[in-house]
T-cell receptor, first 115, second 111 residues
């Protein structure tokens, strides 16, 4: 059984560049979540998918951010025109969605550094 | 979701039980108590959750008071690898309900 995987684990980019992160959820999990975590803080919710449908977005998700889950399996999070304030750990989580206790399981995260 | 209050930090001696408290006085009837931990630079790890009854799994025990206004996570025999930030989260299990993380408790297990 493989857990949630994320790629890349680390990304360093220059301000103004676009970056894309990938998340592969646990097999058969139909819910997928993105969170962001800055240094010293707890994770903050960004967005959520039920299968391929994006059902909820946080106000933290500015128009430079876009997330997709085209076939209801893996998901991508793209940040356009990166800013130094985007430097953070981006976490993905998935849950089954069909059980009474819908526990979310997290991946290892992608650490983004914007220079 | 209800707000939780946890101590900022705690120490525990290796091999002893670590008891991490959490207050959630505004919890409502359909809200679960979840515990996650985060070891430095890793993603949060699910530990345990409960609604009303006490729960135990291979990692920990969760004790919820009868009025459900507080709970305690117990690591029965803490090891150095249990050093982490522990988050107590209260949430419903409605479809798609996100997790709202507070500051958590930084547990330091010392030899």
């Amino acid at each position: 059984d493989t857990g949630v995987s994320q790629d890349p684990r680390h990304k360093i980019t220059k301000r103004g560049q676009n970056v894309t992160f990938r998340c592969d959820p646990i097999s058969e999990h139909n819910r997928l979540y993105w969170y962001r975590q800055t240094l010293g803080q707890g994770p903050e919710f960004l967005t959520y998918f039920q299968n391929e449908a994006q059902l909820e977005k946080s106000r933290l998700l500015s128009d430079r951010f876009s997330a997709e889950r085209p076939k209801g399996s893996f998901s991508t999070l793209e940040i356009q025109r990166t800013e130094q304030g985007d430097s953070a750990m981006y976490l993905c989580a998935s849950s089954h969605g069909m059980l009474s206790a819908d526990t979310q399981y997290f991946g290892p995260g992608t650490r983004l550094t914007v220079l | 979701d209800a707000k939780t209050t946890q101590p900022t930090s705690m120490d525990c001696a290796e091999g002893r039980a670590a008891n991490l408290p959490c207050n959630h006085s505004t919890i409502s009837g359909n809200e679960y108590v979840y515990w996650y931990r985060q070891i430095h630079s890793q993603g949060p790890q699910y530990i345990i959750h409960g609604l009303k009854n006490n729960e135990t799994n291979e990692m920990a025990s969760l004790i919820i008071t009868e009025d459900r206004k507080s709970s305690t996570l117990i690591l029965p025999h803490a090891t150095l690898r249990d050093t982490a930030v522990y988050y107590c989260i209260v949430r419903t299990n409605n479809a798609g309900n996100m997790l709202t993380f507070g500051g958590g408790t930084r547990l330091m297990v010392k030899p």
